[in-house]
């Protein structure tokens, strides 16, 4: 093992924050990730890491050492990408995470797409809502919907995300239709989430905006299961159109309060900083920004 190798494995116990979290994710023995690294300190003559039983923390010059790596390793990935033809560059294993709504209903048939195209790939799926840190458990690439907060990460739109309030004509016939954003406090809401504070936003053809505090009815960390409470005349609520277009196109869920805008979101696609995004990332990332576009197809 050369010392480009020694690099990459001191650079990701950088990242990962131990070295057995770096052993777990590149699938090798803890022991040898030790070995490997006092050999790499022994030949520069240098302490990088500080290493107990429970963690690992970054010497000053182990700083320098991995900022430099990182610079290097991406020349190496990038030349690697230039020389190789796109077919063989793009393979290896892809570790991404997803959130499950959106990765199961939109993601899943473009990444059957994807691998199609590129069969030498492999992908690895983390299916969850909740947000992880993508450095410490060694993901390429995660995709998110919202707003993004401060953070190291680098960031591309992949989608808009837009959402509708929406019932079932049922509970509509029964409770009728609420005719102001005001009205939304009569009806049973169906909320995505916890227990936030946030309200609901509102522009009126006027440009006027206003905020809404409903009390929600049912609360759920699932799109997919207010969907369904929706659709089964329990109230109203508030979703993406990725989740609901279906339901639209049959008329099993119809908007409510349609003549009022409300905000946009976008789908992103998180990864770690790098000088060079790695051939496999930047082609996914392209080919899925070409499938959604501005108007994504639900959307049409």
Known sequence: MGQLEDMHIFVRVVEAGSITKAAEQMNIAKSAVSKRLALLEQKLGIKLIHRTTRMSSITEAGQL??????????EVEELNCQTSS??????????IAVPLSFGLSHLAPALDLFLQQHCNLKLNIKFSDEKIDIVEQGVDLAFRIGQLDNSRLQARKIAPIKHLL?????YLKEHGE?????????HNFL??????????????????????????????????FLKALAESGHGISYLPTFIIWQALATKTLVPVLAQYQMPTM???????????????VRSLIDFL???FGDKPYWDQ
């Open 166 to 170: 929406c019932a079932s004509p049922d």
């Open 289 to 291: 920004v070409e499938r």
């Open 86 to 95: 796109s077919k063989r560059a793009i393979e290896g294993t892809l570790n």
């Open 266 to 280: 976008h789908a992103y696609a998180l990864y770690p900083p790098n000088r060079h995004l790695p051939l496999k």
């Open 65 to 74: 050492y991995y900022q430099r790596s990182k610079l290097i390793l991406d």
């Open 191 to 224: 909320k995505y989430g916890g227990n936030d504070q946030s309200g609901l936003k509102f522009v009126d053809s006027a440009g006027e905006a206003q905020v809404v505090y409903v009390e929600p009815h049912f609360m759920a960390n699932n799109g997919d």
């Open 178 to 186: 609420p005719e102001t954003p005001q009205d939304l406090k009569q």
